[in-house]
């Protein structure tokens, strides 16, 4: 199904990329007679759109391109310019090619549920009635029925050389549409330090809050019952009695501080992740929330450890979000996996007009996305709904 969305996906981005070859060939045409000079600005405008909004459709499906700088727009600097070229070429291949594709990933289950569906029809079809691809006419129920092996042949060929009709189809923008070796990378190197500057940040917030926990709670229990047991000891044989009281008071003061440790250890990494994995983790998340919550979890492989502890607690501070701000009476949590791609949506029915601001804990949310070089996205107008997007890579 994956294949086939991506193939259907292609197909749409193939139909418009014929229409932007068609508009800067009648723009190549009209610049003979001066016109199309004032058409090639606004065709490469949308050919560079175009290019990047395939970027992005592969990205979901887990292929990564790096994007090179803003291309031009200018004609004369367009000419010379190889991202421009470049991205030309894709579109004359993907216009046909990944046309092509498209149009076999969109028809071929089409036609396996007519012919599936054959026998049904055949009886109050008309005479004339032929199988989806032309394949002759049934003329008695065993041709009918034989219609029905050609669908389970469709199937066949769609679960087989489906993914690698995908792959091919993506192809031609992997070579094409990512920067090449005369591209200034300047731009990816700087995301990847601030990605490396938010990683490091968010790592000493984690160790303050750690520090911060164990000093003002833990520790404090602890040299508590430490002064408890010292004053039982020096009670023991002059007041037996009060020193049975300090003994239980340092007992519960050493519960307290044992609790306050596994709470803290939980929030370094939570035992549940590795014990039942992150679907396990995130509905025991959505059971705990006060907004009622409801999980669809599709994971077809583990992802990395450090990658599932960010995922979950991005949904803990997500529900809490919700709980807290937004007066939802439903919150929904969807995880699924796209290629090499850990995809996290959150969505609430509640009043809208979330922001990073406002110690909402968006920022941290964020900082701990961009540590995996991942991306969010947040969508809150007001009056709702919110719907808060995640996408982190599976492996780092």
């Given at each position: ?288 929330s006060a907004v009622p919550c409801r999980i669809d979890v599709d994971l077809a492989q583990r992802c990395a450890a450090s990658v599932e502890a960010t995922a979950y607690f991005v949904v803990a501070e997500a529900l809490s979000n919700v709980a807290k701000h937004s007066a939802a009476t439903q919150a929904t949590v969807t995880v699924c996996v796209r290629g090499s791609r850990l995809l996290l949506r959150i969505e609430d029915n509640g009043r809208g007009g979330a922001g990073e601001a406002g110690g909402s804990g968006l920022t941290g949310i964020r900082r701990r996305v961009a540590a995996h070089d991942g991306s969010l996205r947040l969508t809150s107008p007001d ?14």
């Open positions: 199904m994956t294949a086939l969305g991506q193939l259907a996906g292609g197909l749409g981005t193939a139909l418009l990329a014929l229409v932007v070859l068609g508009w800067l060939a009648l723009s190549a045409v009209a610049c003979l007679v001066g016109v199309g000079l004032l058409m090639v600005p606004a065709a490469l405008r949308v050919l560079h759109a175009l290019a990047a909004r395939e970027r992005d459709r592969l990205a979901r499906h887990g292929f990564e391109i790096v994007a090179p700088d803003p291309p031009p727009v200018r004609l004369r600097s367009a000419v010379v310019d190889p991202t421009t070229r470049r991205e030309v070429g894709w579109l004359a291949v993907h216009a046909t090619y990944g046309l092509a594709l498209g149009l076999l990933g969109v028809l071929l289950p089409i036609a396996a549920v007519r012919d599936m569906a054959f026998p049904l029809l055949w009886p109050v079809a008309p005479d004339a009635t032929s199988t989806s691809l032309g394949f002759g006419t049934a003329h008695s129920w065993p041709q009918a029925a034989a219609v029905s092996l050609l669908g389970l042949g469709w199937i066949a060929v769609l679960l087989g050389f489906g993914p690698g009709m995908a792959r091919l189809q993506a192809r031609p923008a992997l070579r094409l549409l990512a920067a090449g070796p005369h591209a200034d990378l300047s731009l990816r190197i700087a995301e990847l330090t601030a990605t490396r500057a938010a990683a490091l940040d968010a790592h000493a917030t984690e160790l303050r809050r750690i520090e911060r926990s164990l000093h003002d709670g833990t520790q404090n229990r602890i040299v508590t019952v430490t002064l408890l047991l010292g004053a039982a000891r020096r009670m023991v044989t002059r007041d037996p009695a009060g020193a049975e009281e300090l003994l239980e008071r340092a007992q519960t003061a050493a519960e307290l501080a044992l609790a306050e440790l596994r709470v803290i250890a939980r929030g370094i990494l939570p035992p549940v992740l590795s014990e039942r994995g992150l679907a396990g983790a995130l509905s025991g998340l959505a059971v705990q009056g709702g709904p919110t719907v808060l997007e995640v996408d982190l890579p599976c492996g780092s």
